[in-house]
């Protein structure tokens, strides 16, 4: 299908192997470097769900268009595309903008991706 690509076990690998890798730097970078963290946190959920969609699905979206991206991991894992929602709604405030991202808000998206890595590890080991 356009806008999707067919996983293998190298993709998975690499896209848990960048997921897991983004939200510990972005753990540690928290408290110093809010926008720098908020960042990483989008780039671990969207890895994340990207295994999700792979392990259940055999795809994951690649288009860029987060509509698309939140519908496929909804039907891969009902409920997480909420999460995944949440990091994407703070994306253009923390690429784009001149706006400073809040401590409360880089806590929020530590919990989303925090919740999307976990996800994604689980549906992982379950599928081993």
Do not use: W
């Not at 470097?33 to 969609?53: M, R, S």
């Not at 987060?66 to 595309?81: I, T, V």
């Not at 400073?100 to 530590?110: D, F, L, T």
């Amino acid at each position: 299908m356009a806008g999707q690509r067919d996983c293998d076990s190298t993709v998975i690998s690499g896209r848990m192997h960048k997921a897991t890798e983004f939200l510990d730097l972005a753990e540690f970078a928290e408290d110093t470097h809010p926008t720098a963290a908020a960042d990483l946190y989008i780039d671990a959920g969207i890895a994340a769900a990207d295994v999700i969609c792979c392990v259940r699905l055999g795809m994951h979206s690649n288009t860029g268009n987060h509509n698309e991206a939140r519908a496929l991991l909804q039907k891969a894992d009902p409920g997480s595309e909420r999460y995944l929602a949440t990091l994407l709604s703070l994306k253009n405030k923390s690429a784009y903008t001149h706006e400073p991202i809040s401590a409360a808000e880089c806590k929020k998206m530590n919990r989303a991706a925090g919740h999307l890595v976990t996800a994604a590890k689980k549906a992982l080991a379950a599928a081993r």
